[in-house]
C-alpha cells in the first residue's frame, strides 16, 4: 500500500509495505520567491524535518535561477520580475531600488555571494529534478511528451508548461508536478496527470493531495 501526502509544490508520500512502514516525504520545489520569508522557509525545512519519514526535496524553477544568478548575473532582471527581490529581502539584501543595470545586479551577486548560509546553497545545489514512488512520477514542472521519463533533461522538468499541459501522451506513470498553477483553485486531475499548484502565494488555496492504491482524496486550506 503507498499514500502519498502533496501539498501545493510539496509531496508527502507514506509507503507501507507488509509490517514495515516507510515513510517518504517529497517536496516539489519552489521554497523561494515571492513570499518575504524565504530564507525562513528553507531553514524550516532544514531544522525541523519531520522525525521518521526519509525526506526528498526536488527543485523547482526558482531555485534553479538562485543559483544561476550566483554564477551569473545576466539572469538578474528576469529573477526580480518573478520573485527574486522577496528572496533577496529575506536574506537582508538591498535590492537597489529595484535597478536591472549592469551596476545594481552585480552589487545584489555580491551581496546574495556574502549572505548566502553556506548550508542554504548546499540546500539548493543538492535539490533533485524527480522522484518516483510506485506508479508516481514527481516533478516540478512536468515532462516532456515522447522523451522516455529517465531521459527528460532538466530544463523540461524545471520549466516545461504548454506542450506538456496540452499532451494526453500516457508516460507510463501518472505525472504529479506543480509550478502552472490551476485555472481555478483546485487540482487538475488528469487520466496522465495531476497538476496541485493551486497558486497559494496568491489565491491563499493550499491544497494536499492523498493518493492511496487508486484513490485520491483532496485536503485544502
Not at 52 to 75: A, P, R, W, Y
Request: aromatic residues 10%; charged residues 20%; glycine residues 10%.
Amino acid at each position: 500500500m503507498m499514500r502519498v501526502f502533496c501539498r501545493g509544490d510539496d509531496e508527502a508520500a507514506e509507503a507501507v509495505h507488509g509490517a514495515a512502514l516507510r515513510k517518504v516525504i517529497v517536496y516539489l520545489g519552489d521554497y523561494i520567491d515571492r513570499g518575504l520569508e524565504s530564507s525562513e522557509v528553507v531553514d524550516l525545512l532544514l531544522d525541523h524535518p519531520l522525525d521518521g519519514f526519509e525526506i526528498i526535496t526536488l527543485k523547482g524553477n526558482h531555485e534553479d535561477v538562485l543559483l544561476q544568478f550566483l554564477d551569473n548575473i545576466s539572469i538578474g532582471s528576469s529573477w526580480l520580475q518573478f520573485g527574486g527581490d522577496a528572496t533577496l529581502y529575506s536574506y537582508g539584501i538591498p535590492t537597489q531600488g529595484g535597478g536591472t543595470d549592469q551596476r545594481s545586479l552585480e552589487n545584489m551577486q555580491a551581496y546574495l555571494l556574502r549572505k548566502l548560509p553556506a548550508r542554504h546553497r548546499a540546500f539548493f545545489k543538492s535539490l533533485r529534478p524527480s522522484h518516483v514512488e510506485g506508479d508516481y512520477f514527481f516533478v516540478h514542472a512536468g515532462v516532456l511528451p515522447g522523451v522516455p521519463l529517465e531521459k527528460q533533461s532538466e530544463k523540461d522538468l524545471l520549466w516545461i508548461r504548454g506542450s506538456f499541459l496540452d499532451s494526453q501522451a500516457n508516460y507510463g506513470k501518472i505525472i504529479v508536478h506543480g509550478h502552472t498553477i490551476t485555472p481555478t483553485p483546485v487540482p487538475e486531475v488528469l487520466s496522465n496527470r495531476i497538476g496541485i499548484d493551486t497558486g497559494a502565494y496568491s489565491t491563499g488555496v493550499l491544497t494536499c493531495l492523498v493518493l492511496q492504491d487508486n484513490e485520491k482524496a483532496f485536503l485544502r486550506t
